[in-house]
């Protein structure tokens, strides 16, 4: 894991709204998409940097791709992410992000229940 690639990745305002959507729970495309109210294609681009970067993983399930963010950069940027999380909670246009997230989960069909379906159970 590179950090100056982890940097760069972080260097753009639509990558970071879509790593705290991540940091909240996994998600696909669509759901970002929807979020952040850009195309798929151009959120597809945001993850893949992101990926590239190891910064977030995905899981594919049929034709879905669900995004989290990778164990590796949770541990080794840790205070950074404990960093980012203050920096959004007094965010405006990230605590936006996460109500409509909010209200989205509720809402919208989408591949969430794929997602629902698709969790191992942990006994």
């Known amino acids: 894991m590179d950090l100056s690639d982890v940097f760069k990745s972080l260097g753009d305002s639509n990558r970071l709204r879509i790593l705290s959507l991540i940091a ?3 998600l696909c495309v669509c759901m970002i998409a929807e979020v952040l109210d850009v195309s798929q294609p151009s959120v597809s681009k945001h993850l893949n940097r992101l ?4 910064i977030i993983k995905c899981r594919k399930i049929s034709q879905w791709c669900f995004y ?3 164990e590796t950069f949770q541990s080794h940027f840790a205070e950074l992410l404990d960093f ?3 920096e959004w909670k007094v965010s405006e246009q990230y605590q ?3 109500n409509k997230l909010d209200y989205l989960m509720k809402t919208y069909s989408c591949c969430q229940q794929l997602l629902i379906e698709s969790k191992p159970d942990k006994k």
């Open 84 to 86: 980012l999380h203050k």
């Open 96 to 98: 936006k992000d996460i």
């Open 68 to 70: 989290s963010l990778n």
């Open 24 to 26: 909240t729970k996994e």
């Open 51 to 54: 990926r590239y970067s190891s």
